[in-house]
T-cell receptor, first 112, second 116 residues
Framework: KQEVTQIPAALSVPEGENLVLNCSFTDSAIYNLQWFRQDPGKGLTSLLLIQSSQREQTSGRLNASLDKSSGRSTLYIAASQPGDSATYLCAVRGTGRRALTFGSGTRLQVQP | GAVVSQHPSRVICKSGTSVKIECRSLDFQATTMFWYRQFPKQSLMLMATSNEGSKATYEQGVEKDKFLINHASLTLSTLTVTSAHPEDSSFYIC????????????FGPGTRLTVT
């Protein structure tokens, strides 16, 4: 059974810092991995999708990497802003399963 | 883009009543939709996979007679929480994937259910 772990559980940084969020998964047989953002009481916003054959994806200040063999992904946020404050969720889709398995999330607070 | 809507966004009901939540893919057809549940400060847990024209597939520990899923068309799936109890209070989120390969899933905004 796939298990997804995110570290740290919570993070508080001053505005302008670069930061890295970590995600690990136990079963490397994945189809893709997605990073989401969730604001309090809200739904999910997809940030980046990495297919299993890819190593990284970039969108603006965000860069996500994937090392499938080691079961790890990182989300890099450059020049963080207070508006980046949210919970960031990592989710993987297995090759034999269409639903996503989510990590427990990292709650990010960017201090102005 | 691909938009998924949910209705209602919030619902409060009394214990013992039933509540229906709708999930719609607005600009694409979704043969498969997924229903997740999220308790406070926890992550999303898959409840069931909703397949158009066939029975839903439930995850272990999810009561299929309590959480009724109907996927009657390619753009609509409904989740009915029957005989709701306070412990069913949660945030329910649906998602849908486009096409057979379901490369990327698109999530609805969620429904906050409070059972009093």
């Amino acid at each position: 059974k796939q298990e997804v772990t995110q570290i740290p559980a919570a993070l508080s940084v001053p505005e302008g810092e670069n930061l890295v969020l970590n995600c690990s998964f136990t079963d490397s047989a994945i189809y893709n991995l997605q990073w989401f953002r969730q604001d309090p009481g809200k739904g999910l916003t997809s940030l980046l999708l990495i297919q299993s054959s890819q190593r990284e994806q970039t969108s603006g200040r965000l860069n996500a990497s994937l090392d499938k063999s080691s079961g790890r992904s990182t989300l890099y946020i450059a020049a963080s802003q207070p508006g980046d404050s949210a919970t960031y969720l990592c989710a993987v889709r297995g090759t034999g399963r269409r639903a996503l398995t989510f990590g427990s999330g990292t709650r990010l607070q960017v201090q102005p | 883009g691909a938009v998924v809507s949910q209705h209602p966004s919030r619902v409060i009901c009394k214990s013992g009543t039933s509540v229906k939540i709708e999930c719609r893919s607005l600009d694409f057809q979704a043969t498969t939709m997924f229903w997740y549940r999220q308790f406070p400060k926890q992550s999303l847990m898959l409840m069931a996979t909703s397949n158009e024209g066939s029975k839903a597939t439930y995850e272990q520990g999810v009561e299929k007679d309590k959480f009724l899923i109907n996927h009657a068309s390619l753009t609509l799936s409904t989740l009915t929480v029957t005989s709701a109890h306070p412990e069913d209070s949660s945030f329910y989120i649906c998602s849908a994937g486009r096409g057979r390969r379901l490369g990327e899933q698109y999530f609805g905004p969620g429904t906050r259910l409070t059972v009093t």
